[in-house]
């Protein structure tokens, strides 16, 4: 693995700050990694962000196929030389924005869920997480790298501010893990903050699987839209327009007192607001919210 310091000099290239390009120094950080990702010669791997190909090019040594997403073209082209450098053939690269991709699509094409591994650009982690999540019945596991601050958002537990959104709908439809933790000096150009690896595994089924999820994870988005609102106001003034009354009774019929904040429910309580809630509707008001 050559330097990503050398490298980039050598093409004259620089790390796109509009892109979130960090890359990963050490081979040995890159290895551990792909050992953590537990790839088989039977599987396939979508990469986001393939870079300069760090961990690319030991996927590929592992799996049966490596589809490596990379938006920027300069490094694109750059990565395509270091792959046939390495003599590793089984690797595509889609030269597209991830958020793009039609993960469900390749999938289908391979006969097979994939696994999904990459460093994440800070600025558009929370959109790729909600496109996995949305994607997720095409993909088997994701070995994903965040900025640390967002792991933890992640993995939080309720009653408490690092808790949210994100928090609720992983841990709806996914067991977590962290695995990994790197530091920000493993990193060129030298990132802020450390970084964690957390292994997503997508679950068949959800432990309180909510009646219909579409509007599950809409009552989820209007209840922290307004975090610092109580529950009933919080609801009523959001894009969901249910209206004051109908938000008390949803709460009442949950059992969830209207007083209480969204960082303070769990997964649960969220999943049986949401089919009360749901349950009270109009039809008319249900059909605009899909």
């Given at each position: 693995?050559?330097?990503?310091?050398?490298?980039?000099?050598?093409?004259?290239?620089?790390?796109?700050?509009?892109?979130?390009?960090?890359?990963?120094?050490?081979?040995?950080?890159?290895?551990?990694?792909?050992?953590?990702?537990?790839?088989?010669?039977?599987?396939?791997?979508?990469?986001?962000?393939?870079?300069?190909?760090?961990?690319?090019?030991?996927?590929?040594?592992?799996?049966?196929?490596?589809?490596?997403?990379?938006?920027?073209?300069?490094?694109?082209?750059?990565?395509?030389?270091?792959?046939?450098?390495?003599?590793?053939?089984?690797?595509?690269?889609?030269?597209?924005?991830?958020?793009?991709?039609?993960?469900?699509?390749?999938?289908?094409?391979?006969?097979?869920?994939?696994?999904?591994?990459?460093?994440?650009?800070?600025?558009?982690?929370?959109?790729?997480?909600?496109?996995?999540?949305?994607?997720r019945n095409s993909i088997s596991r994701a070995v994903l790298m965040f900025?640390?601050?967002?792991?933890?958002?992640?993995?939080?537990?309720?009653?408490?501010?690092?808790?949210?959104?994100?928090?609720?709908?992983?841990?709806?439809?996914?067991?977590?893990?962290?695995?990994?933790?790197?530091?920000?000096?493993?990193?060129?150009?030298?990132?802020?903050?450390?970084?964690?690896?957390?292994?997503?595994?997508?679950?068949?089924?959800?432990?309180?699987?909510?009646?219909?999820?579409?509007?599950?994870?809409?009552?989820?988005?209007?209840?922290?839209?307004?975090?610092?609102?109580?529950?009933?106001?919080?609801?009523?003034?959001?894009?969901?327009?249910?209206?004051?009354?109908?938000?008390?009774?949803?709460?009442?019929?949950?059992?969830?007192?209207?007083?209480?904040?969204?960082?303070?429910?769990?997964?649960?309580?969220?999943?049986?607001?949401?089919?009360?809630?749901?349950?009270?509707?109009?039809?008319?008001?249900?059909?605009?919210?899909?």
């Open positions: 693995m050559t330097s990503p310091k050398v490298l980039l000099t050598a093409w004259q290239l620089r790390a796109k700050k509009r892109y979130g390009q960090n890359f990963l120094r050490h081979p040995s950080t890159a290895e551990q990694l792909v050992g953590l990702v537990r790839v088989t010669p039977e599987d396939v791997v979508l990469e986001i962000g393939a870079g300069l190909g760090a961990l690319t090019i030991p996927l590929a040594r592992s799996a049966r196929k490596v589809v490596a997403v990379e938006r920027d073209p300069d490094l694109a082209g750059l990565l395509k030389t270091e792959l046939l450098a390495a003599g590793t053939a089984e690797v595509v690269i889609l030269q597209q924005n991830i958020l793009d991709v039609d993960v469900s699509k390749i999938a289908s094409s391979e006969g097979q869920p994939l696994i999904v591994v990459g460093n994440l650009p800070y600025n558009i982690s929370s959109q790729i997480l909600i496109r996995l999540v949305a994607e900025q640390k601050e967002l792991a933890d958002r992640i993995c939080a537990g309720p009653g408490g501010k690092t808790y949210g959104r994100l928090s609720v709908l992983i841990q709806y439809c996914a067991q977590i893990e962290k695995i990994l933790q790197v530091k920000a000096a493993d990193f060129f150009p030298k990132p802020k903050v450390d970084a964690t690896v957390l292994r997503l595994t997508f679950l068949h089924t959800p432990e309180f699987p909510a009646g219909d999820e579409t509007f599950f994870f809409k009552v989820v988005q209007a209840a922290f839209s307004q975090r610092r609102k109580m529950l009933k106001n919080a609801l009523s003034g959001s894009f969901l327009k249910v209206g004051a009354t109908l938000a008390r009774n949803a709460l009442a019929d949950a059992d969830i007192d209207p007083s209480r904040r969204a960082e303070t429910l769990s997964v649960q309580e969220f999943v049986r607001l949401s089919d009360h809630l749901q349950s009270l509707l109009p039809r008319n008001q249900k059909d605009g919210l899909r």
